[in-house]
């Protein structure tokens, strides 16, 4: 009895941290995970030419850790006017996708600081809609099973 209420006890935490996967899209979502058979350098090198064959420009990059975000991205839509920037990490056999954004105007309409770019979660408005099909096109365009994440 003793030995299984430890056991409980110990794998406890692992369920407290773990993430919430699915395959569909869902509230709170974070970030997209692309899974497949690669390399993080060949997964680095398709996300790369990816973002840039759908039209964006490449931000900032490190090789050394297979990370590059593209430069930001003006998305208007009828209740905001914002600033978006994918950051992508690839590994072997996944590839994680961020979107971030930040806000151009604030009440005195003056643009905000430049460095304050948030992640943004899956919500039901619009701005959060427009992201992640943004989001979605990227990650087809790239291949591989879609897993969204917290």
């Not at 009895?1 to 794998?11: D, E, N, P």
């Not at 690669?38 to 680095?44: H, S, W």
């Not at 990490?89 to 996708?97: F, Y």
């Given at each position: 009895?003793?030995?299984?209420?430890?056991?409980?006890?110990?794998?406890l935490p692992i369920w407290a941290f773990a993430q919430k996967q699915d395959?569909?899209?869902?509230?709170?979502?974070k970030k997209i995970v692309l899974l497949n058979k690669?390399?993080?350098?060949?997964?680095?090198l398709a996300a790369g030419e990816s973002l840039v064959s759908l039209e964006?420009?490449?931000?900032?990059?490190?090789?050394e850790f297979n990370q590059l975000s593209s430069e930001p991205l003006?998305?208007?839509?009828?209740n905001y006017y914002r600033q978006l920037v994918l950051e992508v990490?690839?590994?072997?056999?996944?590839?994680?996708?961020t979107p971030k954004t930040k806000r151009l105007n604030n009440l005195m309409g003056e643009l905000g600081p430049k460095e304050t770019f948030e992640p943004t979660p899956f919500t039901k408005n619009k701005l959060s809609k427009d992201v992640y099909l943004r989001l979605e096109k990227l990650a087809r365009a790239i291949g591989g099973k879609i897993i969204y994440s917290e």
């Open positions: 009895m003793k030995k299984s209420i430890l056991t409980i006890l110990a794998l395959s569909t899209i869902f509230n709170g979502t690669a390399t993080a350098k060949e997964n680095y964006y420009k490449i931000g900032k990059k490190d090789t003006t998305i208007e839509g009828t990490t690839a590994k072997d056999n996944q590839i994680i996708i």
